[in-house]
């Protein structure tokens, strides 16, 4: 039985690969960090084949003692500080979990294969992804975006992601260790955490629909983004790895859509106008915002035989669908709550975890 471990478990990307690769047969491993995390709950409650152990990325000594136990054959660093706004806030924790971390389990990886510096002694056994970004193309230098487009990142957040995908491809090329960088776009599901755009449109929808909130503010309507499910992306994760060489792969639909098509979309999925609900705030605009990502995974369809089975209209519903059903069960039976005092008091949270399903189910 291959073994894997997995950093970010506790997140929509940790969650999806986990329950491919345990279906797949692996004995999987899950990274939590924090003391009491409230997610890892979620993750036992889900997920309660998966073995937790306890590490955080910004901690070697806990890196080293996490793969102790758990013996992979493969790793997949999904960690990281993921929401960019914060980046520009916390740039140097961004710089330390996102760029120096991966290079901290990259070395930890390196101690537990043998891995010195030599290629004869090389890391071979252990296989490593790393979750890289569409943000390091960040102000596009042409479209659409391929392995070969150079990076020019516009957030802290995709600078600290750059540092990451070059030392992963350093350490592959200095010491023979097998590391691939999975250059991904945007992808969502009902898991996404509130704060990303997509998720706080369905939820937003979804309580607007129930009664409980009366408008959605929003930052750059016009933001273009390459927006895929995360059930197909956590397929080629698991590709990369299955090579016979190690390599670089984007992974998108391509196709590009604004926030305005997913919010038009999201609402006529409800039943809503938008006109009505929608308003735009400074608050959201970023210092330095990407305009458009598109990829060109063309070398995915080629060589790792990957391609997305969700489309974005699918996607729209899929997250809408799920939003509405987990606010109804947040409602007392027959009741929706319209005055501002109750609103307070039903949780703005996320959807209870959901039954695994297949990519195929949600599709449909
Ligand atoms: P996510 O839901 O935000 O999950 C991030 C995970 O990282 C969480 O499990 C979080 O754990 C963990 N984490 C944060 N800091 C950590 C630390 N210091 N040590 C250990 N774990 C830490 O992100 P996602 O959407 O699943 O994305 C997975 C990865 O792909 C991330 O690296 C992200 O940057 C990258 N990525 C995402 C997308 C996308 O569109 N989703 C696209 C390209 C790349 P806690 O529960 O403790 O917070
Ligand atoms: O923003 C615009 C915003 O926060 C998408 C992460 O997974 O994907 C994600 O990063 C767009 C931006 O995702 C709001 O300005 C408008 O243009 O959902 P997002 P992101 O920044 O693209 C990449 C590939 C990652 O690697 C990241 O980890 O939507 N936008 N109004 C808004 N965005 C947010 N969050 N909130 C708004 O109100």
């Known amino acids: 039985m ?3 471990l997995i ?37 036992e409650a889900l997920l309660p084949d998966v073995r937790l152990v306890e590490g955080d990325l910004l901690d070697a000594t806990s890196l080293r003692t996490t793969l102790q136990h758990a013996q992979p054959d493969e790793v997949y660093n999904l960690a990281a500080m993921s929401y960019v706004p914060y980046s520009w806030g916390q740039s140097e924790v961004t710089a330390a979990i996102n760029g120096v971390g991966v290079l901290r389990i990259l070395d930890a990886v ?32 042409e479209t659409p975006q391929r392995e070969t487009t150079p990076f020019h990142p516009r957030s802290p957040y ?33 898991r996404r955490g509130a704060e990303f755009v997509t998720r706080k449109i369905s939820l937003a929808v979804a309580r607007i629909k129930a009664g409980l909130q009366d408008e959605l503010v929003l930052g750059n309507l016009d933001a273009r983004r390459d927006w895929g499910f995360a059930g197909d992306y956590v397929r080629a994760m698991h590709l990369m790895l299955q090579q016979d060489a190690p390599d670089d ?62 489309d974005f209209a699918g996607l729209v519903d899929m997250m809408v669908d799920a939003d509405v059903a987990a606010v109804a069960r947040t409602l007392p039976a027959g009741e929706r709550p319209v005055r501002r005092t109750e609103r307070r008091t039903v949780p703005h949270a996320e959807p209870e975890p959901e039954a695994p399903e297949t990519t195929q189910e949600r599709a449909a």
Not at 170 to 186: K, P
């Open 158 to 190: 995709g600078a600290a992601k750059a540092y990451a995908h070059y030392i992963t491809v350093n350490v592959r090329e200095s010491y023979n260790l097998f590391a691939c960088g999975g250059i991904l776009f945007n992808h969502e599901s009902p």
């Open 2 to 4: 291959p073994r894997a």
């Open 249 to 310: 792969f984007v992974i998108g639909t391509g196709e590009t859509h604004t926030v305005r098509e997913f919010v038009d979309l999201a609402f006529a999925r409800a039943g809503l106008d938008p006109e009505r609900y929608v308003r735009v705030d400074a608050e959201f605009i970023r210092p330095a915002e990407v305009d458009v990502l598109l990829a060109d995974a063309s070398k995915a369809h080629r060589v790792l035989g990957w391609r997305p089975q969700v």
């Open 7 to 43: 950093t970010g478990i506790t997140g929509q990307d940790g969650m999806y690969l986990a329950e491919h690769l345990l279906g797949l047969g692996y004995d999987v491993s899950g990274m939590v960090r924090g003391q009491d995390n409230p997610k890892r709950r979620t993750v």
């Open 110 to 141: 390196r101690a537990l294969t043998g891995a010195s510096g030599s290629r004869a002694n090389s890391g071979a056994g252990v296989r490593f992804y790393q979750a890289s970004s569409s943000e390091m193309f960040g102000l596009a230098q």
